[in-house]
């Protein structure tokens, strides 16, 4: 079975950091670009960053320039965001994805398989 698992969330306070990790089973990362998406209550899903399958580019909102990071390890078979200076405002769920085109284009890809989401709370 092809899965994608989050981990890494939870509660931290306003300016605080936190690091996601995604971990794939069942299929190697090597060949895809991963994305992070999150979701808002109330909000549309949106597109946080990508990284090409090789770890050479990476894309970010502009929400999140700055304190956001992309990595991955592919021999780990993992993607990671590390997350600093959390807003309030960076509340949301935070799902990973895998996408087959390799590249990344922008912050959002098109996603070819989702993991299932971690919660990520930034009290102020």
Avoid: H
């Avoid at 931290?12 to 670009?33: E, I, P």
């Amino acid at each position: 079975q092809l899965q994608l698992v989050e981990s890494g969330g939870g509660l931290v306070q306003s300016g605080g950091s936190l690091r996601l990790s995604c971990t794939a089973s069942g299929f190697t990362l090597n060949y895809y670009a991963i994305g992070w998406f999150r979701q808002a209550p109330g909000k549309e899903r949106e597109g946080v960053s990508c990284i090409s399958s090789g770890g050479g580019i990476t894309k970010y909102v502009d929400s999140v320039k700055g304190r956001f990071t992309v990595s991955r390890v592919n021999a780990k078979n993992t993607v990671y965001m590390q997350m600093n200076s959390l807003k309030p405002e960076d509340t949301a769920v935070y799902y990973c994805a895998a996408s087959a085109v390799s590249g990344c284009k922008g912050p959002a890809i098109k996603p070819d398989l989702w993991g299932q989401g971690t919660q990520v709370t930034v009290s102020s």
